[in-house]
């Protein structure tokens, strides 16, 4: 088929061209040169065809029609143009997709994360901050970078740019912290207003709960100091009491109450919500770092280091590898070492 179709083609078009060249050039020579060379072109394009790639001869109608056309508009040429299409096709296939990829093991899940805004970008940032000599363009781009990052990894350096000499990053600065701090104080209030209309107990432990919360986050990214420490500090022991009283069996609260009184340096108090915390199910992975801090403020250095021992460097736990070996083996003179106080926790 392929020889027939395309010496009949290559005869039709042979005649199209002798008569367009000697049948003279009225309108029944062009004509016939117009019939003929369709002819030609229907017979290139059914041999074409015939002989490309399974891929490419579906849908078939559409295959033909092209070629037709591509024949028909391009008189000899078209059918070298298809035919070299064609061997190119075939001997230099398009490349697939999944050609490109293979499978891999799925990587390991790990808990740690990394200190936000440490590593060399961190770095960088405080640097380009802390510098006065740095353009001020880029002293700006670096705060700008900056304002997404939690606050107690940020908020060292923004307050030390409340006092620049520059009025454009001192108050970018401010503007940074003020509204951190104002988004958590507006959902303190809003608490605390449905607070005063509420008297269904559920109701009153979920909003206790949270103002309790929002406070921890206030003093957690360091948003307050002073004597706005020192009241947030108060208000949110007395909401985590507060729902407490309601329910007791919260061991989020109680462990937000460990951390709270161990900032405040009330050990005792930090004693008993610790254990109000493990009562109620607390992880003790969770509560190991502060055992251990509990532990080292009352002087059981020994327990300390069975605390340590026990932890085994879990970097879920700490990230301070130096701090475990110390207490894991430096059994000789830990009661004289108050520089190893265990300050590794998160």
């Given amino acids: 088929m392929l020889y027939k179709f395309s010496f009949a083609g290559l005869g039709f078009e042979v005649a199209s061209i002798a008569l367009l060249l000697h049948g003279g050039n009225d309108l029944a020579v062009l ?97 380009q901050l802390g510098s006065v000599a740095t353009p001020l363009d880029k002293r700006l781009n670096a705060l700008v970078a900056i304002q997404s990052t939690p606050t107690r990894a940020s908020g060292a350096s923004l307050r030390n740019l409340l006092a620049d000499p520059a009025d454009d990053v001192r108050l970018l600065a401010y503007g940074i912290l003020d509204g951190k701090e104002k988004k958590i104080t507006q959902r303190i209030v809003d608490a605390r207003n449905q607070l005063k209309t509420t008297t269904d107990a559920p109701t009153l432990l979920v909003l206790h709960q949270q103002v309790a919360e929002l406070y921890q986050e206030l003093i957690y990214q360091n948003l307050v100091q002073g004597d706005l420490l020192q009241y947030s500090c108060t208000q949110m022991r007395e909401h985590a009491h507060a729902a407490l009283a309601i329910d007791e069996a919260q061991p989020t609260l109680w462990f937000m109450l460990v951390r709270l009184e161990l900032m405040s340096g009330d050990i005792a108090a930090a004693r008993l919500a610790q254990q109000r915390a493990q009562d109620h199910g607390f992880s003790r992975v969770r509560l190991l770092p502060y055992l251990a801090e509990l532990s080292y403020l009352e002087h059981d ?46």
């Fill in 31 to 127: 004509g016939g040169y117009l019939l003929l060379h369709m002819a030609s072109s229907a017979l290139f394009a059914l041999a074409i065809a015939s002989v490309a790639p399974e891929r490419y001869r579906q849908p078939r109608t559409w295959l033909l029609v092209y070629l037709f056309f591509f024949n028909f508009f391009i008189p000899v040429g078209g059918a070298l143009c298809a035919v070299v299409a064609l061997l190119v096709a075939v001997f230099w296939p398009k490349d697939h997709a999944e050609d490109h990829f293979d499978t891999s093991q799925a990587p390991a899940f790990v808990t740690a994360r990394r200190r936000e805004g440490s590593g060399f970008s961190g770095n960088r940032v405080r640097a």
């Fill in 301 to 346: 250095y020994e327990q300390v280091r069975k605390l340590f021992i026990e932890m085994a460097f879990d970097a879920s736990v700490s990230s301070n590898p130096q701090l475990h070996r110390f207490w894991r083996h430096g059994r000789r003179t830990i009661a004289n070492r108050p520089e190893a106080s265990p300050g590794g926790r998160p």
